[in-house]
């Protein structure tokens, strides 16, 4: 049969042929980093597309075009012409063909061309052998449209339903034309169900050079979790010197996995860092170690745990372990970068259980503290809890509109040195909600029993004493609303309050302080009953809590434009109940406290805080926050921070794209108090679409002392090459506000 043009359909040719080129076509594997590699055009006999026109693709239908076929029932059958296949999205194109029906051998040469959804061959030569299933082609060329990625070989063989095999092969996720990283290998295998790709005998060039040479290496081709190295990070500090270390990241199941990253620090030795995270059921969790034997520094072995895990339990409850546990009080000093770690006083190590059912939740906690502050004394440390078990209750409808609650507590407070012992504490109390058209009231009683039973005491002092002192308050509150501006543009509201308390005096001095605090006042603090948090103390009151609140509000979408209150206290009495070395207070009125926010449009905000003190005529506390925030990409943030007598400050932090591919990122904290930085940093990053290269420069206090650390990071990221969990993006995003993201690619 010669010169037979037009649709052969159902052939056993075709479908010998596409049972080949098919594999791996019908299901994509997921999108991953990489250049946009554009598909190309549909394939046609001549030029155009008068082949197939009319004829829509059908996914169960093959059709087969060709300008001279010869075939032979008994022998070879022969394409002469340039000849065409198509089979829904998946095309198929050669210059000639032979099929060899006594071996079940097909052949074709010139210009062969294969595409589909997920990808695009081009070679000299290819081959289909019925008998072995194994498609191949030669002096190939490829790309992978869903990796994104591109690359060569001398040959491809497709061996399996989803796996390739590459002979001297090259790979980049770069756009055509660009080679700004490039691998080699001899021979590569592509699992794309697995989203591995497995490089024999690789060397991995970047801008030309190569930078590395491994003869085995396994890689991801897209976003999916699988075990690998990640991207290595280099640095260098004063404290650590030059640093380097090379995660490998272990995915040993769907619902947990591991990393175990070798740390060399040319200053202090070599150290191994571990993570591993699992979820399962109710469980999930993470535990993190890293040991440092024989720093070169202080010679001593140097470790850090850290175990974080939530549990649902049996009956609705609920438990927590938080464990942080380091070797010596200088870990992080030593060890660690950025302002965050290197002042903590107190290391916290909890197992909580926790239960909530209906009215009722329950809660039983262990606490103890590592402290890493050596200047505290012994009597200074905080308490261990050992354990505390707090039991509450809740009745919002009780009856006769009363809302009725009941708070109970018993601890055991534990330290190496001063007074120990257990305390109780039962409060129940009752208020009732009332409505007066406009106005609502509340008043409230309960009821405050405290009691103790203590150890380690002197002399005379008394081991168990107790009070019982009733809390009375009327709360009073209203809202008031109107609407203004052309066709009620805005919507305005009022919100006054008013709150009476009074709290008899009992002298409290022969309690112990576990872990009571006289917080800094607030809006928050001004309409609490008791003064101070814990409750070792419960403060003698007789006074007006004042306050009132303004909103503006676009009525057109209920956004919020302006948010500003006011308050204060008036003192009818003197303060008599205080912690120990704390002066009895006789003040008539708080300071002053107010607070502005403003949400000036989608990009601006300004945030304001201020306290006056009235009776020395002096500002306390000032705080203001102006964001700039355009994108994730276009952020400003400044900040001032004014405390009398300790703090005093500007913060100014911003990530800003400087042209197409460039981003900076930094920060600077200055205290105006001590004349000198406090922290600062800046990070600047170049991003292609395939490659991207990371510098973070960073000095910020180290120790408690004042002293400071400098740290230089470097990373270069080969995007469709592997992932990055980069030291940078995390100092990064805690710098900017509300920025989480560096990369815009």
Not at 425 to 435: G, K
Not at 628 to 657: C, K, M, Q, T
Request: hydrophobic share 35%; proline share 5%.
């Amino acid at each position: 049969m010669g010169n037979s043009g037009g649709h052969l359909r159902r052939s056993l040719l075709s479908l010998l042929l596409w049972t080949a080129l098919a594999r791996g076509g019908e299901s994509p594997p997921p999108a991953a980093f990489g250049c946009p590699i554009p598909a190309p055009a549909p394939l046609t006999r001549n030029g155009d597309d008068t082949g197939f026109s009319g004829v829509a693709p059908q996914a169960d239908t093959i059709d087969i075009i060709s300008g001279d076929l010869e075939v032979d029932l008994n022998g070879p059958s022969t394409f002469n012409d340039r000849l065409v296949l198509r089979q829904g999205v998946r095309q198929f194109g050669a210059d000639t063909g032979r099929y060899d029906q006594s071996t079940g051998e097909f052949a074709v040469s010139g210009n062969v061309d294969f595409r589909d959804q997920a990808s695009w061959v081009r070679g000299d030569k290819a081959s289909y052998n019925s008998t072995t299933g194994l498609f191949s082609v030669d002096d190939a060329e490829y790309e992978l449209f869903t990796v994104p990625a591109r690359g060569s070989a001398e040959r491809i063989a497709v061996e399996g339903t989803e796996q390739l095999s590459l002979t001297d092969v090259t790979y980049t996720t770069c756009a055509r034309g660009d080679n700004d990283w490039l691998l080699h290998a001899g021979s590569l295998t592509i699992d794309r169900a697995a989203g591995t790709a497995t490089a024999r005998h690789a060397r991995l060039e970047f801008l030309g050079v190569p930078i590395l040479y491994t003869p085995y290496l396994t890689y991801p081709i897209d976003n999916q979790r699988r075990s690998g190295l990640l991207l290595p990070d280099v640095g260098s500090s004063q404290q650590r010197g030059v640093e380097f270390s090379q995660p490998y990241y272990f995915n040993l199941a769907p619902n947990y996995d591991a990393t175990f990253t070798p740390h060399y620090m040319s200053r202090r030795g070599l150290q191994a860092e571990g993570e591993f995270r699992y979820l399962s059921g109710g469980t999930s969790g993470f535990a993190t170690a890293a040991f440092l034997p024989d720093d070169e520094v202080t010679g001593d072995n140097r470790t850090e745990l850290v175990w974080f895990n939530q549990s649902a339990l049996p009956a609705g409850w609920r438990s927590t372990i938080d464990v942080t546990d380091v070797s010596d009080s200088a870990y992080y000093e030593d060890l660690s970068n950025g302002l965050a770690n290197t002042s903590q006083v107190a290391l916290n190590r909890s197992i909580t259980f926790e239960h909530f059912s209906g009215s009722w939740s329950t809660l039983l906690e262990v606490e103890d503290y590592e402290m890493l502050d050596d200047a505290l004394t012994p009597e200074e440390e905080p308490y261990r809890e050992l354990p505390r078990l707090a039991i509450n209750g809740y009745w919002p409808n009780a009856g006769l509109g009363l809302t009725l609650g009941v708070g109970s507590e018993i601890t055991y407070f534990d330290r190496d040195t001063g007074v120990t012992g257990l305390r109780a504490h039962l409060q129940p109390e009752a208020s009732l909600p009332l409505t007066l058209g406009p106005l609502e009231i509340e008043p409230f009683v309960g009821l405050d029993y405290t009691a103790y039973s203590l150890n380690n005491l002197v002399p005379d002092e008394e081991d168990s004493p107790s009070r019982v002192i009733p809390v009375y308050s009327v709360d009073l509150r209203t809202l008031l609303e109107r609407s203004w501006g052309d066709g009620g543009k805005w919507l305005q509201t009022i919100e006054p309050r008013a709150q009476f308390v009074y709290v008899p005096f009992e002298n409290q001095d022969q309690f112990p302080v576990f872990d009571t605090i006289q917080p800094d006042f607030s809006l928050v603090q001004l309409f609490r009953r008791n003064r101070y948090v814990g409750l070792d103390r419960l403060g003698d009151t007789n006074q007006l809590n004042l306050g009132i609140t303004t909103r503006l509000i676009r009525s057109q979408d209920g956004s919020q434009f302006l948010t500003a209150t006011i308050g204060e206290t008036q003192y009818f009495s003197s303060q008599e109940v205080v912690l120990p070395g704390e002066p009895p207070s006789d003040d008539t009125a708080s300071d002053y406290i107010a607070e502005l926010g403003m949400d000036l449009n989608e990009r601006w905000k300004l945030d304001l805080g201020y306290q006056w003190d009235s009776d020395l005529g002096v500002t306390q506390l000032a705080e203001a926050r102006i964001l700039y925030r355009a994108d994730d990409f276009r952020v400003v943030n400044l900040s001032y921070r004014f405390r009398r007598d300790s703090v005093r400050e500007i913060d100014l932090a911003g990530a800003w794209p400087l042209g197409k591919r460039w981003n900076i990122v930094g920060r600077y904290d200055y205290s105006l108090l001590d004349n000198k930085p406090l922290e600062r940093f800046i990070g600047i990053d170049y991003s292609t679409c395939c490659w991207g290269v990371r510098l973070v420069a960073n000095r910020s206090l180290t120790t408690r002392d004042g002293q400071s650390d400098s740290a230089i990071s470097l990373q270069l990221l080969l995007k469709g090459f592997g992932s990055a969990t980069s030291p940078a993006e995390s100092l990064l995003g805690r710098g900017i506000l509300g920025d989480d993201s560096f990369d815009r690619y």
